[in-house]
């Protein structure tokens, strides 16, 4: 069955600083990939998706992730982290033969510092 | 409502006892998806219901799960004979209908302590 690595469990970062966190997916076949947020207190909501074409995918609050086909990869990247990026942030695809049922990396903390 | 809906927000049980917890999805979403997250792990699916078709069980983690949809609006999900490993955060999502392209919103979660 395919799965998500999220291999950094704990990031800390200060303000300005550049952000890449890695995503890897073990799945040959086409994939749809996601990467989801939780602020603090908040909902789990949905930060950027790629399907198809462009694999540099933009999102909202200024993040990026590109699909890299040949590393398996979906990495997600910010050029500069604000505090209010503070959360924690998953990685996700769609379970094998399916379209909807997702499964989710471990997901990684990042904590950016005034 | 403006988003997902969970009930109750918290809930602590003793080992043996049956817990039932509760999705209301955004209105005129078809498809409801439970999913849990244990400590230090990512989120499981468990249980998909789209439109009235057959819900999809697969990822239920044994016979003690089940789950149900009236109406085609709320869910509850309910535990039977709880055990310590059923101790999670329960979440649940709803999509427009299904499939990758429909974006699921998650709500707030139930966190289950099972003593």
């Known amino acids: 069955a395919q799965s998500v690595s999220q291999h950094n469990h704990h990031v800390i970062l200060s303000e300005a600083a550049s952000l890449e966190l890695g995503c890897n997916y073990s799945y040959g076949g086409t994939v749809n990939l996601f990467w989801y947020v939780q602020y603090p207190g908040q909902h789990l909501q949905l930060l950027l998706k790629y399907f198809s074409g462009d694999p540099l995918v933009k999102g909202i609050k200024g993040f990026e992730a590109e699909f890299i086909k040949s590393k398996f990869s979906f990495n997600l990247r910010k050029p500069s982290v604000q505090w209010s990026d503070t959360a924690e942030y998953f990685c996700?695809?769609?379970?094998?033969?399916?379209?909807?049922?997702?499964?989710f990396g471990t997901g990684t903390r990042l904590q950016v510092t005034l | 409502g403006a988003g997902v809906s969970q009930s109750p927000s918290n809930k602590v049980t003793e080992k043996g006892k049956d817990v039932e917890l509760r999705c209301d999805p955004i209105?005129?979403?078809?498809?409801l998806y439970w999913y849990r997250q244990s400590l230090g792990q990512g989120l499981e699916f468990l249980i998909y219901?789209?439109?009235?078709?057959?819900?999809?069980k697969s990822g239920l983690p044994s016979d003690r799960f089940s789950a149900e949809r009236t109406g085609g609006s709320v869910s509850t999900l309910t535990i039977q004979r709880t055990q310590q490993e059923d101790s999670a955060v329960y979440l649940c999502?709803?999509?427009?209908?299904?499939?990758?392209?429909?974006?699921?919103?998650f709500g707030p979660g139930t966190r289950l302590t099972v003593l």
């Open positions: 219901f789209q439109g009235n078709s057959a819900p999809d």
């Open positions: 999502a709803s999509s427009l209908a299904g499939g990758p392209l429909n974006e699921q919103f």
């Open positions: 209105s005129g979403h078809t498809a």
């Open positions: 996700a695809l769609p379970l094998a033969g399916t379209a909807s049922k997702l499964t």
